[in-house]
C-alpha cells in the first residue's frame, strides 16, 4: 500500500467508518433509538445537508464547481450502466418480485451521505463544491431510474409525475440551484447568514453517518444470497469500474476521476429501501443488499483508490 493510500484509508475511511459503528453501537446502547434516528434523518435531508450544498458551492469557484464534463459523464454512464443492468437482472433474476430491487441496488449509490464525506475529506471545498453539482444532477436520474425499474416490476406503481413533483421540491435540488448563481456572479452572503449556514454545514456528515449506521438492519436479513450478491457486486465493483473508464476516456484524470470514483463507489442509497417498501416490494432483500454494500464498500474503496493512485491518475 502507497503511502498516500494509507493516509487516505486513516483519515477518508476511517472517520466514515467509526461513525457508522458508533452509529449501531450508539442504538444498541439505548442512548439513540428509531424516533431519533427517523428525525435526524429528516433534519439532515430537509436543513443540513440542503445547507451544505449551498455553502459549498456559493463558495467555490463556478468553473470548479460545474464541471460540464463530469456532469455529463455522470448521466451518460449511469443510464448506459442501468440498461445493462436491467438487461441482466431480467435474464438472471427469475423471480420478478426480486428484479426491480436487485437492479436498483446495483447501481443507486448513497453519494449525498457517503460519497460526499469521501470527497469532502479527500478533496476539500473544490471536491465537495464539484461533487455536489455531479451528486444533483445525477440524484435526478437515479430516482427517475428507479421509479421505472420498479414500477416495471412490482404490483405497486408510482406515478413519474408525482416522482418529478418530488424532484422539484427536493431541497437538495432546490438548495444546488439557488446555489449556482451565487458561485457564478460571485456574490455574498451575510456575514451572519453564511456563519449560520455553516453551522447547519458541519452538523450534516456526522449526523448522518450516525443515523445511517443505526439504520442498517443486519438481524432482518433476507435468504436470498444469490440476489445480495449480484446487487452488492454490481453497486461496488462493476458500477464503478464502469464509471471510471467511462470517466477516463472522456479525459478526466486528478480530482474529477477520483470524485466519480469516490461517489459512484459508495454503497446503496438508503432511499432505496423505502421506495422497494412503499411500492410493496421485497423490502428485506432491500435492507440486506444495503446492509452488505456497506460493509463491502470500504475496502474495494481503499483497494480502487489504490490502484488508480499507482497509476498517477489521481
Not at 476511517?14 to 431519533?36: T, Y
Not at 471510471?244 to 470524485?259: D, F, N
Amino acid at each position: 500500500m502507497q503511502a498516500s493510500t494509507f493516509d487516505f484509508a486513516i483519515t477518508v475511511i476511517g472517520p466514515v467508518l467509526v461513525l457508522l459503528i458508533m452509529g449501531n453501537v450508539l442504538l444498541r446502547a439505548k442512548l439513540i433509538n428509531d424516533e431519533f434516528v427517523a428525525t435526524g434523518s429528516k433534519l439532515v435531508f430537509t436543513v443540513a445537508l440542503p445547507a451544505l450544498l449551498f455553502i459549498s458551492i456559493s463558495q467555490a469557484d463556478f468553473s470548479k464547481a460545474a464541471n460540464p464534463v463530469l456532469i455529463i459523464t455522470g448521466l451518460t454512464g449511469t443510464l448506459g450502466y442501468f440498461l445493462l443492468l436491467m438487461l441482466a437482472s431480467h435474464l438472471m433474476v427469475p423471480n420478478r418480485q426480486a428484479t426491480g430491487v436487485v437492479t436498483q441496488g446495483g447501481f443507486r449509490a448513497n453519494m449525498g451521505i457517503i460519497g460526499l464525506a469521501y470527497c469532502a475529506q479527500t478533496y476539500g471545498n473544490d471536491g465537495l463544491a464539484a461533487a455536489s453539482v455531479y451528486l444533483g444532477m445525477v440524484t435526478i436520474l437515479f430516482n427517475v431510474l428507479s421509479v421505472f425499474i420498479l414500477n416495471f416490476y412490482q404490483e405497486g406503481k408510482r406515478s413519474l409525475t408525482s416522482q418529478i413533483e418530488g424532484i422539484l421540491k427536493n431541497p437538495l435540488i432546490i438548495a444546488i440551484v439557488i446555489a449556482l448563481p451565487f458561485s457564478y456572479f460571485d456574490w455574498q452572503l451575510p456575514v451572519l447568514l453564511t456563519t449560520t449556514g455553516e453551522y447547519f454545514a458541519q452538523l450534516t456528515l456526522p449526523l448522518a453517518l450516525l443515523c445511517t449506521g443505526a439504520s442498517l438492519q443486519f438481524r432482518s436479513f433476507s435468504a436470498d444470497w444469490f440476489n445480495i450478491s449480484l446487487s452488492s457486486l454490481s453497486k461496488c465493483v462493476f458500477y464503478p469500474a464502469v464509471m471510471v473508464g467511462v470517466a477516463y476516456a472522456a479525459g478526466l484524470r486528478g480530482m474529477p476521476l477520483g470524485i466519480v470514483l469516490l461517489m459512484t463507489i459508495a454503497p446503496t442509497a438508503a432511499a432505496s429501501y423505502v421506495m422497494v417498501r412503499t411500492l410493496g416490494g421485497d423490502y428485506r432483500l432491500a435492507a440486506s443488499i444495503i446492509a452488505i454494500t456497506t460493509v463491502l464498500s470500504l475496502p474495494l474503496t481503499i483497494a480502487a483508490f489504490d490502484f488508480l493512485s499507482g497509476q498517477g491518475l489521481l
